[in-house]
């Protein structure tokens, strides 16, 4: 469903009662009783799942699954798959300046693309009563799973052209992704860089947010908006690059204090984050979650651009019993 999504972040701005928008998607396995193998390889199974947590959860928006092995899947990545975790991307897909130069942008639509594409042109026909938002990965976050999380490190240093290679083919890619979740129907986009945040502020400045800023100039508009998370512990000190990518809102994971974070951002800028979701939501119990999400949007009480939310994807077998008491607690926060 088409919506003015400048308009939605206004209204989410003004509200005096803000509903918590969380990066939740993967639990619905639990009440569908289906695996993580099935839903990630069954377009209907993802549509029902976002229908049923949008059904079951008074959530800002409907935010569609946070599978960041789908990209790096289409370049060639192996992807290891099991039945009750997220899939994680094995070894690495490019190792020289050679490799890098030969490397195939792959076509939008290729290995599993078209299924998740194909899953938010269906939610959007379901969920009319909210925004949807689609799951992409960031371009340095994507590059980091060609070239493996640890070599990048030391490539940014000693092959920053072949970084830059791969983060060109990444970005290009990225930008023809979201063009399709956008023609599906989807309101915006979740775009996951977590990587970046294991960054020097200076090297982020380079590798990571002049591709992010590419992507975000090439597909935002009034209707398309771009949400950039980043879960790193770094996220404070490179806060100017962040923002110079222009991203319309912007996620925050828990290993950062969020009001530190919010004393960096313009308050007419919406801010999520950051309730811990492995800690808290996924190993903690009804009582704990309820303290936790308390505490979180106590610390950010006048910050009128924050919305809580998790700190990032919410894992699959998490108790639905500690989710409710997230919801418990945001709606508790509000009736003080």
């Not at 088409?2 to 990066?23: G, Q, S």
């Not at 289906?34 to 029902?48: C, G, H, N, Y």
């Not at 690495?92 to 890098?100: F, I, L, M």
């Not at 009128?304 to 639905?320: A, E, R």
Request: aromatic share 6%; with cysteine; charged share 20%.
């Amino acid at each position: 469903m088409e919506r003015n999504m400048r308009l939605w972040l206004e209204d989410l701005l003004k509200a005096t009662v803000k509903k918590a928008m969380p990066i939740l998607s993967f639990p619905a396995i639990q009440p569908m009783g289906v695996t993580v193998r099935e839903l990630i390889s069954d377009s209907e199974l993802q549509a029902r799942a976002m229908e049923l947590i949008a059904r079951r959860t008074d959530a800002a928006a409907s935010v569609s699954l946070m599978d960041l092995s789908v990209e790096a899947e289409c370049f060639g990545a192996t992807v290891r798959v099991t039945e009750g975790e997220v899939p994680t991307v094995a070894g690495s897909t490019v190792s020289t300046e050679e490799e890098a130069a030969a490397l195939e942008i792959p076509q939008v639509g290729s290995c599993r693309t078209g299924l998740y594409i194909d899953a938010i042109r269906k939610a959007v026909g379901r969920i009319t009563d909210r925004p949807v938002f689609a799951g992409v990965i960031g371009p340095f976050s994507l590059a980091a799973r060609l070239l493996d999380v640890t070599e990048i490190m030391i490539d940014c240093y000693d092959e920053p052209d072949m970084v830059h290679t791969v983060l060109d083919k990444a970005a290009g890619f990225l930008i023809e992704y979201c063009k399709a979740y956008k023609a599906a129907g989807a309101n915006g986009v979740m775009m996951a860089e977590p990587v970046t945040g294991l960054l020097s502020p200076s090297l982020a400045g380079e590798f990571s947010a002049p591709f992010v800023k590419r992507i975000v100039e090439a597909v935002q508009d009034d209707s398309f908006i771009v949400i950039y998370h980043n879960c790193g512990g770094n996220v404070i000190s490179m806060m100017d690059s962040i923002l110079d990518t222009g991203s319309a809102a912007y996620h925050f994971g828990n290993a950062i204090h969020m009001p530190d974070a919010l004393a960096k951002i313009p308050g007419d800028t919406v801010v999520m984050g950051n309730v811990d979701p492995a800690g808290e939501l996924f190993g903690g119990t009804p009582g704990s979650v309820r303290a936790a999400t308390l505490n979180v949007m106590e610390s950010c009480r006048g910050h009128n651009n924050f919305v809580v939310s998790s700190g990032c994807d919410i894992p699959p077998l998490t108790s639905w019993d500690n989710i409710d008491a997230f919801f418990g607690a945001v709606e508790e926060f509000y009736a003080q």
